[in-house]
């Protein structure tokens, strides 16, 4: 069982807080789309025979791409590699591709299951966020996903920034769950060196990000989604009906995947690999089938602290007996000895010999998994 993410490094303009990989302009498109497609061909082994149970177009803004741009790397990726009959196939789309047109060819394409950068239902808010669509576009493109058989959809919204009052936050809350949403995923705004907004905040044109501002809008949303029926099954991600995303779950519970295309990241268990956060050389790199890429081997110290940190953020919790066979029993009674204190202070709770963060524990999560670190 295993993975593949496909980065598609366009978007239309520079959202102001954003820092990952991807250019404003399209000029490499074909180049870059005949690249990842050798890419896929060259890295037909890495995941060494394993079948694939998701594939996830995310970027950048994947959306795009054409439907039929889209189907034609589907199709190599059918050629050479192994691709379940329920695969979970998911677009990151944002509102403005999503007209009804596109959504119809999407649904008669293998994209089945859509991931909307929302992000806030309030002009004001996204325009200081420089994003390219407008609030009713966000509306419409959710009802348009909704009414032509996009059930397995996912929104991402956003929290914690200057303009977004209780008010505000309590209203797009409200909008995506009396839409039926049945997954959603809401971050809280960071301030990342290299961002438009860092620039602003510094030079004062912007006011910083309020912690306790923040913190109040996260436990709102615990709340307001567990009150509606929704699993709060990773700290950013809630799902109705145990929709779980299958792509991020995978890759929490250390399961293989291949990255392709400038910038993105791949993991086969024992190394980490990324690619080249750059398109030219990403292509020019790929045109001589070389690939543009660097790798680490991962210790046996880094992949148990890369699991305390995923699986603590998750329902599943930390497993003992999962460490205990894969770790040793040294490693399991350091962990037990570290986590005293945040058990003690009610942050953490055991159940079944696994270690889950409390609601409290869930405000201090990245806190308290680097005190649980080896
Ligand atoms: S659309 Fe997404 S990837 Fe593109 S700039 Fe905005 S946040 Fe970043």
Not at 345 to 362: P, R, T
Request: with cysteine; glycine share 6%.
């Amino acid at each position: 069982m295993a993975g593949i993410y496909i980065h598609i490094p366009f978007c239309k303009q520079a959202c102001h807080y954003c820092d990952f990989h991807f250019s404003t302009s399209l000029k490499n498109r074909e180049d870059l789309l005949a690249s990842i497609k050798m890419e896929l061909y060259l890295q037909k082994e890495y995941l060494k025979g394993q079948s694939l149970e998701t594939v996830y177009f995310g970027g950048g803004t994947p959306s795009l791409l054409t439907v039929a741009e889209l189907n034609s790397i589907m199709d190599i990726i059918h050629k050479h590699h192994s691709l379940q009959g329920d695969a979970e196939i998911t677009l990151e789309a944002n509102p403005d591709d999503l007209d009804l047109k596109k959504i119809t060819e999407l649904k008669g394409s293998p994209i089945n299951r859509l991931s909307i950068g929302i992000q806030s239902f309030y002009d004001e808010d996204l325009n200081w966020m420089n994003r390219a669509h407008r609030a009713e576009e966000a509306q419409s493109a959710l009802m348009n996903a909704l009414h032509h058989g996009f059930e397995n959809l996912t929104v991402d919204l956003i929290y914690g920034y200057p303009l977004l009052s209780h008010e505000k936050w309590n209203k797009n809350l409200q909008k995506v769950i009396d839409l039926g949403i049945p997954h959603i995923s809401a971050y809280s705004m960071t301030v990342e060196a290299r961002t438009a907004l860092n620039h602003q905040i510094t030079k004062g044109q912007s006011a910083p990000m309020d912690e306790e501002q923040s913190e109040r809008q996260f436990i709102f949303l615990m709340e307001t989604l567990s009150a509606n029926g929704y699993e709060h099954y990773e700290i950013s991600n809630f799902a109705k009906d145990k929709r779980y995303a299958r792509h991020n779950s995978n890759y929490w519970k250390g399961i293989p995947y291949l990255g392709i295309g400038p910038s993105a990241h791949s993991y086969n268990g024992t190394h980490r690999s990324w690619n080249i956060a750059n398109n030219s050389k990403y292509i020019a790199s790929i045109k001589e089938k070389k690939l543009p890429q660097e790798q680490e081997t991962l210790t046996s110290t880094n992949r148990l602290n890369e699991y305390i940190m995923t699986s603590l953020r998750t329902i599943w919790g930390i497993d003992f007996t999962y460490i205990l066979g894969t770790f040793g029993a040294e490693h399991l009674h350091q962990l037990q000895s570290n986590a005293q204190q945040h058990l003690k202070s009610g942050h953490l709770y055991l159940h079944e010999d696994k270690l889950f963060l409390s609601q409290k524990g869930k405000l201090l999560a990245d806190r308290i998994a680097a005190d649980l670190f080896f």
